[in-house]
């Protein structure tokens, strides 16, 4: 497993630490449990409360219709590139020197199994084919 760098760590530091904050703000303000009625007449505890939806639009500030959570904004064309950029800023790169010895081994890997193919084939298989089928006879 690849080292975490100092701003790998800080974040998730930073990251742990508000995990931890909101657990406490939780742990003081607890979100009331409401009771719902069943189909059977039972009530049953419902720790999240229902949106009511009105048939009336939402105005936002500026007196414009709100925008609905479904519909994208105009300026998202180029959001793909955006967060490309920010995860190659994640990514560990390896150094200068590990790409260097990884290479020379990939280098070596291929010269070994280049030179044992070869005596495979012309040392062992191709004697082997023509004693088997007569051609040298």
Known sequence: ?????????????????QRK??????????????????????????????SVESDAPAVSEGGKPARKADEKPK??????????????????????????RWSGVVVVALLFFGVFVAILDNAIITPL???????GA
């Open 21 to 50: 904050i909101e657990r406490e703000l939780e742990a003081a303000h607890p979100q009331p449990v409401q009771a719902e009625a069943t189909e059977d007449g039972k009530k049953k505890l419902s720790l999240f409360k229902k």
């Open 75 to 100: 300026k998202k064309r180029f959001q793909f590139f955006r967060d490309v950029k920010a995860e190659m800023k994640r990514v560990t790169w390896p150094t200068r020197i590990d790409v260097l």
């Open 1 to 17: 497993m690849a080292k975490k760098s100092k701003t790998q760590k800080a974040k998730a530091s930073a990251a742990r630490q």
């Open 129 to 135: 084919l023509v004693l088997i089928s007569g051609i």
